[in-house]
């Protein structure tokens, strides 16, 4: 089952700050979030895991409500370099870890 | 450390052909997963290899085919291309651990005409 990204797309101003929403009808092991820019491979950002574990980028934080089955990314004082489309791939177990299915992405266009 | 290698970089094919498209992993990286991603779409997981196996597969049909060598690398190859087979293709490796994150190497950009 596919999870559904909101919003599809983002416009926003330097500086200013977003949250992308990632949303399964499946219970989820874990979440993953990359970033992929135009004619580019998607490039890692963070992954949470059921149980509260999670291991990513610095500068950009998520959440993952276990219950709801649903991950945020939250994206603060945004910087030009942050465009691109984000994409969450979900996990179902720690055994199918490996096969993540993706969602549609986001595209997040940050203007000067 | 060279990262995800992928070749080629493109290639045009006519339905009905065949195509193989490569895949060196990162090094330390012993699974390699592949996905398709049409113009404007999110990856479809297509396959995984480790250790020489197909370890889980997606939606797609059999003429989708892979290969693990014994130095992790690996191939794509798709049968009897259709138009709807056009796409970026791209490559994934990773380590052990239940916590892992997918190195993507730059795809292969496949056109069937």
């Known amino acids: 089952q596919q999870p559904v990204q909101s919003p599809q797309a983002v416009i926003l101003r330097e500086g200013e700050d977003a949250v992308i929403n990632c949303s399964s009808s499946?219970?989820?092991?874990?979440v993953h979030w990359y970033r992929q820019k135009h004619g580019e491979a998607p490039v890692f950002l963070m992954i949470?895991?059921?149980g509260g574990e999670q291991k990513g980028h610095e500068k950009i934080s998520a959440s993952f409500n276990e219950k709801k089955q649903q991950s945020s990314l939250y994206l603060t004082a945004s910087q030009l370099s942050y465009s691109g489309t984000y994409f969450c791939?979900?996990?179902?177990?720690?055994?199918?870890?490996?096969?993540?299915?993706w969602g549609l992405g986001t595209s997040l266009a940050v203007n000067p | 450390d060279a990262g995800v290698t992928q070749s080629p970089t493109h290639l045009i094919k006519t339905r009905g052909q065949q195509v193989t498209l490569r895949c060196s992993p990162k090094?330390?990286?012993?699974?390699v997963s592949w996905y398709q991603q049409a113009l404007g779409q999110g990856p479809q997981f297509i396959f995984q290899?480790?250790?020489?196996?197909?370890?889980q597969r997606g939606n797609f049909p059999d003429r989708f085919s892979g290969h693990q060598f014994p130095n992790y690398s690996s191939e794509l190859n798709v049968n009897a291309l259709l138009l709807g087979d056009s796409a970026l293709y791209l490559c994934a490796s990773a380590g052990q651990g239940h916590t892992y994150e997918q190195y993507f190497g730059p795809g292969t950009r496949l056109t069937v005409t």
């Open positions: 499946k219970a989820l092991y874990s």
């Open positions: 949470l895991l059921k």
């Open positions: 090094s330390g990286h012993d699974t």
């Open positions: 791939g979900t996990g179902r177990n720690a055994g199918n870890n490996r096969k993540l299915i």
């Open positions: 290899y480790y250790e020489e196996e197909e370890r």
